[in-house]
């Protein structure tokens, strides 16, 4: 797999990461097989794993997803250390609701709990979970360069943020990543310059849910213009949708999700996936129905 940039110092990583989620929230298979499909992919060569406290059931379960990475990590026999691990923080789980708290004691408390579940000294990279409407953004983002001057997390992320605000956050500590959604259903990230800001500032860009999310990625075999190009390449649907997102810019690393080893491999298969400038004008002008 080819390595792309994140900024600000931090090292490259594949353009195909991993995103924990579904290994942790609602629905999430039995420890062994997550184990499996953690190892699945780094055993295929993925060297970023994306993760946060908060994928877990409730507030009882917080960091679970963390120490399934940790002990994932331990017991694999591959170089631990060429695997970048990114977390969060910023949201809370009560009673298994999804909530902001990006309050600067909350995010301190947070990112000491995460160093405890990976079992590290110091976090890879930390990202904001996602702006919290009654903390002013600089105020949580203030926090994070804290942290990052006491050594506790190397590298500073963002996610769910705006273009302006990654321009007023770079003002107060280097970012090196922006993790915000991106795939055929939901293109804000290239509309409203994301993106695009990413690639002029040497900032990666995470694309997630990148083939659409939990429920839309379903309808991917039955949509008309991906199944016509994944049968023609002979690869999946999800394979192809990948490729479009990472097509999209230079700065893009795609950070699927999967509960099964072959789910896994298959997106770590895209990355050999070329898409023709017709395939990706095809799926540019396609509708993508969210119904
Ligand atoms: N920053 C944020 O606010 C935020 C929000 C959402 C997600 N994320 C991150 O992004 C990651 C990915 O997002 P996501 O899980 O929402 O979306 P996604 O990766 O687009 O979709 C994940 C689903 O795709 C299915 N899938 C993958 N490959 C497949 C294949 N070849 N055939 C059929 N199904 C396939 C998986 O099914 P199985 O589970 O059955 O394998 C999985 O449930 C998360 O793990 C998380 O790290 C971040």
Redesign the pocket.
């Known amino acids: 797999m080819k390595p792309r940039a994140l900024g600000a110092g931090a090292p490259a990583v594949t353009e195909v990461g ?6 942790s929230i609602e ?1 999430r ?1 039995p420890e062994a097989q997550a184990l499996r ?1 953690l190892h699945a992919a780094f055993d295929a060569g993925v060297t970023l794993v ?3 406290d908060v ?1 877990c059931l409730d507030q009882h379960d917080i960091g679970h997803n963390e120490r399934l990475i940790a002990r994932a990590l331990e017991g694999w026999s591959g170089d631990r250390g060429g695997v970048l691990v990114a977390t ?1 923080g910023g ?1 809370a789980r009560p009673a298994g609701r999804w909530e902001n708290d990006a309050r600067p004691a909350q995010l301190r408390a947070a990112c000491e709990r995460s160093l405890g579940a990976l079992g590290v000294d110091r976090i890879d990279l930390y ?1 904001l ?2 702006p919290d409407p009654r903390v002013p953004f600089l105020e949580s983002v203030g926090e994070l360069a804290r942290l990052r001057d006491a050594g506790k997390i190397r590298w500073v992320g963002l ?2 943020v705006s273009a302006e605000q990654v321009r007023e956050a770079q003002a107060v500590v280097p970012i090196a990543s922006v ?3 991106l ?1 055929p259903f939901f293109r804000e990230a290239l509309a409203g310059g994301v993106v695009r800001l990413c690639a002029e500032q040497g900032i990666g860009f ?9 429920r ?3 309808k ?2 039955g949509h008309p213009v991906v199944a016509g190009i994944a049968q023609r390449l002979g690869v ?4 192809v ?1 990948l490729a479009w997102v990472l097509a999209q810019s230079p700065a893009v690393i ?7 080893v ?3 491999r ?2 770590v298969g895209a990355a050999s996936v070329t898409l023709t400038p017709e395939d990706v004008a095809a799926i540019d002008a396609a509708e993508f129905s969210r119904a």
């Open positions: 991993y995103g924990g989620m579904h290994l629905g298979p499909v994306d993760t946060a994928y969060k949201l990202q979970h996602a996610s769910n993790q915000n959604r795939n995470l694309a997630y849910s990148p083939t659409g999310g939990g839309l990625n379903r991917l075999p999946s649907p999800h394979a949708v795609v950070i699927p999700s999967a509960r099964t072959e789910h896994a298959d997106g």
